[in-house]
């Protein structure tokens, strides 16, 4: 008997012991059991409906799931005024600064080599260092899907396009947005209008005007953050292809889709690398294969046969059997940039797109 009981007794310690091991490892490997502090630079609001809100509701999303407390700064100065808030940021205790805008890269990464103890994550830029990662999406590849879906619906096969700024980034989605009209309506043609604005609705609008009396759109596009040309479009009746976020309850009668952002395939592995000390500095550029990017669902008016034709395309992108600048592709001389077999580096596409493929017409004044 008194041997049983020692059994009991050594089997219960066992148990005893058990347990406080398993309640420390969990308690060394609960990420998210301690809140973590993030500071979020943007470079305007974040309930605009479109580049700010993409960011604001995938950070909502990591911030239930990894436990995190952020503390947002909108209309944060794009030049060197970026920097107190960044250090307010820090002071009060954030381990981990997210910037939404090109402009604050610079300004960042300086901070970067102060605090080393910081995290930065910079959006649209290229840096990397050992606590600072940049990163972007390959949205062209969605760029092309929609221009599928703009070709397949317009029947004057004139189509417009209004643009922030002539740089690559743009240029890149432009080209690409027209070799999707190109493949399914070879017969169509793609205007530009240049607002050289992200966000000013006044210069964004007066472009979109422009454009539309000048030219008989009746599908259109943007590649710009403010709403204007929307409103524009859809006072008009023109048919709608969004950018930045899914805005199809706000233009229920024109909208078809949109290509939209979905950061937070991007937040949360890169945050909960960061409680994990296993942050790698370095510049992503991910694309549909991560989810980073993607459309947003068809409404009702686009035509029947285009989600078919779509999804078909989507998943050979995914399938890493094709890609939007495979060769042959021709700009609007008539030369070969891409030959046939061959494909545009991430760097030229990246940082070289000052040209325009065939079917693009730049509007000017």
Same mark, same amino acid.
């Given at each position: 008997?008194k041997?049983?009981?020692?059994?009991?007794?050594?089997?219960?310690?066992?148990?005893?012991?058990?347990?406080?091991?398993i309640?420390?490892? $969990?308690?060394d490997?609960?990420?998210?059991?301690?809140? *973590?502090?993030?500071?979020?630079? /943007?470079?305007?609001?974040?309930? =605009?409906?479109?580049w700010g809100?993409?960011?604001y509701?995938?950070?909502? +999303?990591?911030? &239930?799931?990894?436990?995190?407390?952020?503390?947002?700064?909108?209309?944060?100065p794009m030049?060197?005024?970026?920097?107190?808030?960044?250090?307010?940021?820090?002071?009060?205790?954030?381990?981990i600064?997210i910037?939404?805008?090109?402009? #604050?890269?610079?300004?960042a990464?300086?901070?970067?080599?102060?605090?080393?103890?910081?995290?930065?994550?910079?959006?649209?830029?290229?840096?990397e260092?050992d606590?600072?990662?940049?990163?972007?999406?390959?949205?062209?590849?969605?760029?092309?899907?929609?221009?599928?879906?703009?070709?397949?619906?317009?029947? *004057?096969?004139? @189509?417009? #396009?209004?643009?922030?700024?002539? +740089?690559?980034?743009?240029n890149?989605?432009?080209?690409?947005f027209?070799?999707?009209v190109?493949?399914?309506?070879?017969?169509?043609?793609?205007?530009?209008?240049?607002?050289?604005?992200w966000?000013?609705?006044?210069?964004?609008?007066?472009?979109?005007?422009?454009? /539309? =009396?000048?030219?008989?759109?009746?599908?259109?596009?943007?590649?710009?953050?403010?709403?204007?040309?929307?409103?524009?479009a =859809?006072?008009?009746?023109i048919?709608?292809?969004?950018y930045?976020y899914d805005?199809?309850?706000?233009?229920?009668?024109?909208?078809?889709?949109?290509?939209v952002?979905?950061?937070?395939?991007? #937040?949360?592995?890169? @945050?909960?690398?960061?409680l994990?000390?296993k942050?790698?500095?370095?510049?992503?550029?991910?694309g %549909?294969?991560?989810?980073?990017?993607?459309?947003?669902?068809?409404?009702?008016?686009v035509k029947?046969?285009?989600? &078919?034709?779509? &999804?078909?395309?989507? $998943?050979?992108?995914?399938?890493g059997?094709?890609?939007v /600048? #495979?060769?042959?592709?021709?700009? $609007?001389?008539?030369?070969?940039r %891409?030959?046939?077999g061959?494909?545009m580096?991430d760097?030229?596409?990246?940082?070289? /797109?000052?040209?325009?493929?065939?079917?693009? $017409?730049?509007?000017?004044?």
């Amino acid at each position: 008997m008194k041997r049983l009981a020692v059994i009991t007794g050594i089997i219960m310690s066992l148990i005893i012991i058990g347990i406080v091991v398993i309640n420390i490892h $969990q308690e060394d490997t609960d990420i998210t059991k301690k809140q *973590t502090r993030v500071g979020f630079i /943007f470079n305007h609001v974040k309930d =605009d409906a479109s580049w700010g809100q993409s960011h604001y509701e995938a950070m909502e +999303i990591c911030k &239930e799931e990894l436990n995190l407390l952020v503390d947002y700064r909108e209309n944060v100065p794009m030049d060197e005024g970026c920097i107190p808030v960044m250090e307010e940021l820090i002071a009060d205790g954030c381990k981990i600064i997210i910037c939404n805008s090109y402009e #604050y890269g610079s300004y960042a990464k300086l901070l970067a080599e102060d605090y080393t103890d910081v995290y930065f994550f910079h959006a649209t830029g290229v840096g990397e260092g050992d606590n600072f990662a940049s990163y972007f999406g390959r949205m062209y590849q969605i760029r092309y899907l929609c221009g599928m879906v703009a070709g397949l619906q317009t029947q *004057t096969n004139e @189509i417009g #396009y209004i643009a922030a700024y002539d +740089i690559p980034e743009v240029n890149r989605g432009i080209n690409a947005f027209t070799l999707g009209v190109k493949k399914v309506n070879p017969k169509a043609k793609v205007y530009v209008r240049f607002c050289y604005s992200w966000m000013d609705d006044e210069l964004t609008k007066a472009a979109a005007e422009k454009l /539309f =009396d000048r030219y008989d759109i009746d599908v259109m596009t943007v590649h710009s953050d403010s709403l204007a040309a929307y409103d524009v479009a =859809d006072e008009r009746g023109i048919w709608i292809i969004g950018y930045n976020y899914d805005n199809s309850e706000r233009y229920p009668e024109h909208f078809l889709t949109a290509a939209v952002w979905k950061w937070e395939n991007f #937040y949360l592995p890169r @945050i909960r690398e960061v409680l994990q000390d296993k942050f790698v500095g370095k510049h992503y550029w991910e694309g %549909v294969e991560q989810g980073m990017v993607g459309l947003s669902p068809f409404t009702e008016h686009v035509k029947d046969g285009t989600y &078919e034709l779509v &999804e078909e395309q989507l $998943q050979q992108i995914k399938d890493g059997v094709f890609d939007v /600048f #495979y060769g042959p592709v021709y700009d $609007q001389k008539g030369r070969l940039r %891409v030959d046939h077999g061959e494909c545009m580096t991430d760097e030229a596409m990246l940082n070289s /797109f000052d040209w325009y493929v065939t079917g693009v $017409q730049i509007d000017e004044d």
